[in-house]
T-cell receptor, first 110, second 113 residues
Framework: EAGVVQSPRYKIIEKKQPVAFWCNPI?????LYWYRQNLGQGPELLIR????????DSQLPKDRFSAERLKGVDSTLKIQPAELGDSAVYLC????????FGQGTRLTVV | QKEVEQNSGPLSVPEGAIASLNCTYS??????FFWYRQYSGKSPELIMS????GDKEDGRFTAQLNKASQYVSLLIRDSQPSDSATYLC?????????????FGTGTRLTIIP
């Protein structure tokens, strides 16, 4: 069974540029999470979806971050414009009682 | 109080010994708990889940949950160098993880050969 797939694995962009991350969850998993992980810290939730509905986006910086999960399957997380402080690993996870993570996207903003 | 707290370590344990990792949690997470292992530069990997008071064993790993004291622990028996990693404790809500999953900061474990 395929796991959670994320792309790209790495991204380097200049500040003020836009960037997008893509996630394909495990088939049949209705719950999808986007987390951000800074070095030496645990993952911090950005947004949680149940099917196509964003049920918890309280920690998503909505002035520059947006996310969508069309048709309740794949999801995209976007940052526009990126800031230096957005450099981190962005993790997608999907869950059916237990959450499994994708490989993550390491974002570097220069 | 943070929702999930861990001792950040680092924790060093001789090979073959028992490694003990601890986590405390607040009332805001209450029903489901998970231990993830994260190797440097990799994403978290689920190794144990526990929902009920008591112990749950899986191979060399034992998770312990004490809801009265609000702590959850992970024991690794016969520690191996390959167990060297950061261990993340996570707490969920009532829907067995399908709610906000809150992570601690992780405990870095080093197994000394």
């Amino acid at each position: 069974e395929a796991g959670v797939v994320q792309s790209p694995r790495y991204k380097i962009i200049e500040k003020k540029q836009p960037v997008a991350f893509w996630c394909n969850p495990i088939s049949g998993h209705n719950t999808l999470y986007w987390y951000r992980q800074n070095l030496g810290q645990g993952p911090e939730l950005l947004i949680r979806y149940e099917n196509e509905e964003a049920v918890d986006d309280s920690q998503l910086p909505k002035d520059r971050f947006s996310a969508e999960r069309l048709k309740g399957v794949d999801s995209t997380l976007k940052i526009q414009p990126a800031e230096l402080g957005d450099s981190a690993v962005y993790l997608c996870a999907s869950s059916d009682a237990e959450a499994f993570f994708g490989q993550g996207t390491r974002l570097t903003v220069v | 109080q943070k929702e999930v707290e861990q001792n950040s370590g680092p924790l060093s344990v001789p090979e073959g010994a028992i490694a003990s990792l601890n986590c405390t949690y607040s009332d805001r997470v209450s029903q489901s708990f998970f231990w993830y292992r994260q190797y440097s530069g990799k994403s978290p990997e689920l190794i144990m889940s526990i929902y009920s008071n008591g112990d749950k064993e899986d191979g060399r790993f034992t998770a312990q949950l004490n809801k009265a004291s609000q702590y959850v622990s992970l024991l690794i028996r016969d520690s191996q160098p390959s167990d060297s990693a950061t261990y993340l404790c996570a707490g969920g809500g009532t829907n067995f993880g399908n709610e906000k999953l809150t992570f601690g900061t992780g405990t870095r474990l080093t197994i000394i050969p």
